[in-house]
């Protein structure tokens, strides 16, 4: 009946190697030991190395050695040399039909030194056309391994990639970092120079606005060719006698010019030498103003934020209530006087919400804002 197949690969040395040796066989395989192998053990069997079936073991003879397979009859070994040379000139089937000569597998060799293969050989191709499927088999798991092979390269790549990135997100975060730190400082310099600029523009401010306390612009007074200092300190006591019924003896005046402006009459700054001279003038201006047009203009000289300021208030008391008249006293604090019909219509005026100082009352009727 015959051996089985694992008998057969232990007969022919294609056991199961171990995993060391193995590994050293697949390292050696691109260099083409595994092909010679293959070769060798082709040889061998034409050869007759090797028994095509030994059987159980019989006295008297040693079934496993080469004396013993040399004292064959010749007929047998030649029926068998014909038969393998038949069955390695068949003309190739399927798939295996584009193999090369040097990809037979040891499959063909076992089926080749079989002698069932060689009775149904005769009878039919059905072992072959079955050599063959199994030949396509390991064609197809080869090719399967070398796509494999490809596929891990590719992780590999994509891995050392991956880390190489892993590598360039680190050194990223580590450089967000110090620039938000960065920024965080600058932010505080930021804060500090703002508030230091502020300070130095208040500063500022109070000066310029002490420097002006006792300037007064005269505004919508005629023009004169070739004006001079002389000149225009005449036509100021001039307007103040004939306007405001104020004599203008006794009022020192230290500078007077006109300012520059696009309009056709330009405004006249003038500079009292007593604040108290420039406080009476203004009074005397608004009393007048309250009777009818006095026929001239006449306001303090601020700071551009206090004019606006100044402006916004006045804008918004006269469409307030027209009980509300405004006025500027001597200092630079807003002055409001109201006529109250109640003590507590202040309270619920929007003038209080408005309001960013603390009111105070100086009397009934009168509001100071701070």
């Known amino acids: ?107 063909d060799m076992l089926h080749s030194r079989d002698p069932r293969a060689i ?12 050599v063959d499927q199994l030949d396509c088999q390991n064609l197809d798991f080869g090719l399967i391994l070398l796509e494999i092979r490809k596929d891990v390269k590719g992780i590999d790549i994509m891995e050392h990639t991956a880390n190489q990135l892993k590598v360039d997100n680190e050194e990223l975060k580590k450089q967000n970092k110090n620039l938000v730190q960065t920024v965080n400082d600058l932010s505080e310099r930021l804060k500090h120079v703002e508030s230091v600029s502020e ?98 203009r006449i306001g303090e000289d601020l700071s551009p934020r206090i004019g606006r300021a100044r402006s916004g208030y006045f804008l918004y008391f006269s469409s307030v209530s027209p009980r509300i008249s405004v006025y500027i006293s001597s200092s630079t604090n807003l002055l409001l006087k109201i006529q109250l019909t109640h003590t507590t219509n202040y309270r619920k005026s929007p003038f209080a919400l408005m309001n960013r100082g603390v009111a105070k009352a100086r009397n009934t009727n009168l509001l100071k804002l701070l």
């Open 1 to 107: 009946m015959g051996i089985s197949v694992q008998q057969w690969r232990a007969k022919i040395g294609t056991f199961s190697q171990p995993v060391k040796c193995k590994q050293t066989l697949q390292t050696l395989k691109p260099m083409g030991l595994s092909l010679a192998i293959k070769a060798v053990l082709f040889y061998l069997l034409l050869a007759q190395c090797v028994e095509s079936n030994p059987g159980p073991p019989k006295a008297g003879r040693n079934s496993g050695t080469i004396r013993g397979r040399s004292d064959a009859p010749a007929s047998s070994s030649s029926g068998q040399e014909a038969d393998v040379a038949a069955s390695l000139t068949r003309p190739p089937r399927a798939c295996s039909s584009w193999r090369s000569t040097s990809q037979i597998s040891i499959t």
């Open 199 to 296: 300070i130095s523009q208040n500063k500022h401010e109070k000066i310029d606005t002490q420097m002006k306390r006792n300037n007064l612009k005269f505004h919508n007074v005629p023009e004169q060719q070739n004006e001079t200092r002389p000149m225009l300190i005449d036509t100021i006591k001039q307007l103040l006698t004939e306007k405001l019924s104020i004599n203008c003896d006794s009022i020192p005046i230290d500078d007077v010019f006109r300012l520059p402006s696009r309009a056709g009459n330009r405004p006249i700054l003038v500079r009292f030498a007593l604040l108290h001279d420039r406080d009476h003038i203004l009074t005397a201006f608004r009393g007048k103003r309250k009777e009818g047009d006095p026929g001239l």
């Open 119 to 130: 009775s149904e050989t005769d009878t039919g191709d059905t072992v072959t056309d079955g």
